[in-house]
């Protein structure tokens, strides 16, 4: 409380000295549905500055009172040229044509081309979803986070993989948001594709560095997704009919330019051909699908008032006859109040509900597990004056986990691990200011804190620091509501940009997060039976803290961007797992666990051609990520399971005409660590592998060429509505085998000891897609 | 309409269905460590120390047998017995002294460099077998889909809920005991504890005329841990959703030096046998 109250007194003087000025604020819109545009920039030539909308489309630029010359833009739209009397603070919502071109062509002005290079933003990159459904996708099946391991800094353990590593980080260090509510498992069918339908999706955000002080809770990076708001102009429709799923995704105005809704759903149909199967197969009843369902409700209640209300479902079904069943997936909820008090201060009010659940049922028992949370978030944005934005909020969390419970249990009595209860909770404050025309700086400062709390049974050890089943010296009970522990501190972060000329810059930033929940995972790959656990007694808050900088530079009047970053990151209390981790059901997780210490540092080169027939990027990573666990590797650094020093991405669009698009992905990677045996032995019957050190070795280099090529035909009338397109994909193009792991047997039939490298994907792999929208 | 479904799974299998090749890969040999096999139990016939020698990993010749070594089993009631090397088989070493449960034993290695040595195990009582019998699967009680119908040996036990138990189930038939992973399962009682476990089978079908064996003995959790290990990487085939295989340590490990251990374990068990002779 003193923090804030010091804070607010530093800033009381700039609050003062903003008095001279108006300003000028409301919303950026899509004409064409009423979309709320992010991001988008709006800049006035005589007070020489500008602002950018924020995450809901709201703007406010402080300027002195007087004529003003405003140009708004935003990429994929026409800019706009405006000229306002301003004498007081004036509301001003504004709407931008799309192009209709996309990239293509687009008048795009200066502002909005170098915003790379003069915003504070590092380490940032978004996602055209136009973008992203021209780029070649497994089995068509458009992908935002398969897109993101094209970015530079971001990699996966292989193909087929949940999930995605951020400059070493593991898949739990990255906050993965829908609407505002965190995702704890982002993949269908295993890993083979997101839970992003890409028609109900907006806009796509990855922050791996100079994460704002209003994110927390990860350690590597924020990847926000948002959902389309619905179109409030008229009624849309738009789908697709692919090779794994189909689509259908309906929106349109309850109440014209007031009201409007969203339904979008997805589902895999593999299983409909299961009851063609014959009756002695015992397959005719088996389910094998996967669905998503998004929903959005959007109201302007007034020009000072919306509100929204979103939601996601999405859920993997499998069941073979009547012996197993697995299912899984998550359910989420956000509602969420947007508020302008005046035309300086913006207030966000969100209440979200998060959950992810599964079951694994057989003949002997049922298995179910879930993560509930519920989250609260109360956030201003205030425009100080035309050289300072001010945001500052609370945001608090209770987690309700469930780590497992049998029921139906033929073996004996049900039976439950005890449930965890916690409370997450954070104010912070961020002011993002502009010295002057060539210095811009962004500082905050985040006070987070987590209790756990009881009912808990809790192991009492005789060495606490090294918690194992052979010294558990009893269990105790903390009764309910009691603190079982409590974790907190600041995290500082800061960014700068120094404007070396109009078109390049250097860039620093630092960033202090804190993480108090772990995925408890020692598989290769998550797997939907992964269970998070919070920080308890023993469990203790993992931070990192990321240093980055960076030089970027725009060409040939913004036609390529092109940056250089360097990071070096320092983990502390990172969490691994002893050799031979029982997991599964364990009620003693901490004897499973050892906390250590990790650094991540490498060098990451991206050049984009942003505009033209031909469009990209071409992305380099240099990065290792290692480790030190005292009890693994007897103390000795070791690689993560995902240091893959070398990345490269090749990403290419050729658009010659509006009626084709042909597209190329080259994707390359040093082979992940895995550990490999240095000898074999005999015991009893069985000859067994001895194996080395944690990760001693690597399987193969891995390199794949993606093809893809859409057809848009023209439109046959003037106002035609109905649209469509044909894309054809080619994932794997050139056949190859890429190793996803090499693991070591002894032959059956020879007795001989072999390698034997496993490839998920054994060929080429064509897809065909059409999608529509009217 | 199976043709549909046949092409459907053909399709899909081409797509989806990952491959497997055999492939050159150089590793990095270790030095030479011992490998310890055996154990101190109730039973006279399986009381011995196996020593032997790793083998570089494509090393498809013999097994170095470890001679010459001082090897030596304790109790907790201070007693000792130094095992004699049984000229019949090199690296043997049986043991005369016989477990006792609820007694612990250590076991101690000594080459000319180093001393090896294992914690203490406390010896379990294994719960005996309720029930041995066989038992014929049809098409139309086959408890899973794809079994082939065929004769079966069913076994249950009622696991003690005073302890903690973890057990070992190998399969013999005619008194040899089956080779392989699928005839080698450990069991703990995390989720049955008390609990009577019911039709229990190994994955094999009998002849008549076989005498099917099922030897079942107690483990301490150190062995379970072990065993388990040795299982999920054995059968190991290389999957994203496999854990990684790792080194596993056994429980034999030089006083002087921690980075310095034996491969294998030694036990301390109770040793039960059942038979059943297929009809």
Known sequence: MKFIFWCLALLFPIVLSAQTKVSISGYLKDASNGEALIGASVYSDEAKTGTASNTFGFYSLSVSPGTHHLTVSYIGYETQKLVLQVSANKTQTIQLQPSGLGLKGADITAQAEKRNVQSTEMGVQRLDMKDVKKIPALLGEVDVVRTIQLLPGVTTVGEGATGFNVRGGNIDQNLILLDDAPIYSSSHLFGFFSIFNPDAVKETKLMKGGIPANYGGRLSSVLDVRQKDGNNKKFAASGGIGSITSRLTLEGPIVKDKASFLLSGRRSYADLFFP??????????????????????????????????????????????????????????????????????????????????????????????????????????????????????????????????????????????????????????????????????????????????????????????????????????????????????????????????????????????????????????????????????YIKPTNADQLALGYFQNFENNLYEFSVEAFYKKYTNLID??????????????????????????????????????????????????????????????????????????????????????????????????????????????????????????????????????????????????????????????????????????????????????SIFGSFIPSITYNFNF | ???????????????????????????????????????????????????????????????????????????????????????????????????????????????????????PQELMAKAPLNYLFQHEYTVNNRPIPFIPPGTFALFGYTDNAATKDYSLFRLAINDTLLKGLNFFTVIEDRFINGATVDSIAFGKRFKVGEKVTIEHRSLSKGAFDFLNQVGAQLGSAGSPFEVPPGPIRGNLRNVADKEDYCLGWFGVCEVRRDTLLIR
């Open chain 1, 276 to 537: 063609l199967a014959p009756a002695s197969s015992g397959l005719r009843g088996t389910i094998f699908n996967f669905y998503d369902l998004n929903a959005k409700l959007n109201i302007i209640l007034s020009d000072k008032d919306r509100l929204f209300f979103s939601a996601y479902k999405g859920q993997d079904n499998f069941k073979l006859a009547d012996f197993v069943e697995f299912n899984w997936g998550n359910t989420t909820s956000t509602l969420r109040w947007n508020h302008v008090y005046n035309s300086r201060l913006f207030c966000n009010t969100s209440l979200i509900y998060s959950k992810y659940d599964y079951l694994l049922g057989t003949d002997f028992f049922k298995w179910t597990s879930a993560i509930n949370n519920t989250h609260l978030k109360h956030d201003y944005t205030l425009s100080l004056n035309n050289k300072n934005t001010l945001s500052f909020g609370v945001q608090g969390t209770y987690y309700n986990l469930d780590p497992g419970k049998v029921t139906d249990n033929k073996f004996g009595p049900d039976q439950a691990l005890q449930r965890k209860y916690g409370y997450e909770h954070a104010v912070y404050i961020n002011n993002e200011q502009k010295v002057n025309s060539r210095l811009s700086l962004n500082y905050g400062l985040r006070a987070s804190g987590f209790a756990t709390v009881g009912r808990r049974f809790e192991g009492q050890y005789s060495n606490p620091n090294l918690p194992t089943d052979d010294t558990r010296l009893r269990q105790d009970t903390i009764p309910k509501g009691d603190l079982v522990s409590y974790y907190g501190g600041l995290e500082p972060r800061f960014s700068a940009t120094y404007l070396l000329t109009d078109v390049s810059s250097i860039k620093l930033g630092y960033n202090r997060m804190k993480q108090y929940i772990h995925l408890v995972s020692n598989t290769t790959a998550a797997v939907p039976t992964d269970i998070y656990t919070i920080t308890d007694r």
């Open chain 1, 577 to 758: 797992f002893v050799d031979g981790a029982s997991l599964i059901g364990q009620a003693y997780l901490e004897t499973q666990l050892r906390a250590g210490q990790g650094k991540s540092y490498g060098m990451e080169l991206y050049l984009r051609k942003t505009k033209g027939t031909f469009t990209g990027w071409v992305s380099y990573t240099y990065s290792r990520t290692l480790r030190q666990v005292e009890s693994i590797n007897f103390g000795k650094w070791y690689s993560s399971n995902y240091d893959k020093p070398h990345n490269i991405a090749l990403v290419g669009t050729y658009s010659p005409s509006k009626k084709w698009d042909f597209s190329a992905v080259f994707n390359y990677s040093t082979g992940r660590p895995v550990t490999l045996p240095n000898g074999v032995y005999s015991y009893y019957d069985l000859r067994i592998p001895a194996y080395g050190y944690r990760n001693n070795g690597r399987i193969p280099d891995y390199h794949r060429f993606d093809l893809s090529v859409t057809y848009t035909p023209k439109a046959l009338k003037e106002n035609q509505k109905y649209f469509s397109s044909w894309n054809l994909s080619v994932y794997n193009a050139y056949n190859r085998r890429n190793a996803y792991s090499i693991f070591f047997r002894v032959n059956d039939d020879t007795g001989k000891t072999e390698a034997v490298r496993l």
């Open chain 2, 1 to 119: 309409m199976k043709f549909k479904f046949l092409a459907f799974l053909s399709i899909l299998a081409s797509v989806l269905v990952s491959c497997q090749d055999v492939v050159q890969f150089q590793v990095e040999e270790l030095d030479p460590k011992i490998v310890v096999e055996g154990q101190i139990s109730n039973n006279p016939q399986d009381n011995y120390i196996k020593l032997t020698y790793n083998q570089d990993f494509y090393d498809s010749g013999a097994v170095k047998p470890a001679t010459g070594l001082l090897v030596t089993v304790f109790d907790d009631l201070g007693n000792s017995e130094i095992l004699v090397e049984t000229p019949v088989q090199s690296g043997v070493y049986p043991i005369k002294t016989l477990g006792v449960i609820g007694r612990s034993y250590s076991l101690s290695i000594k080459t000319t460099t180093s001393e090896y040595r294992s914690e």
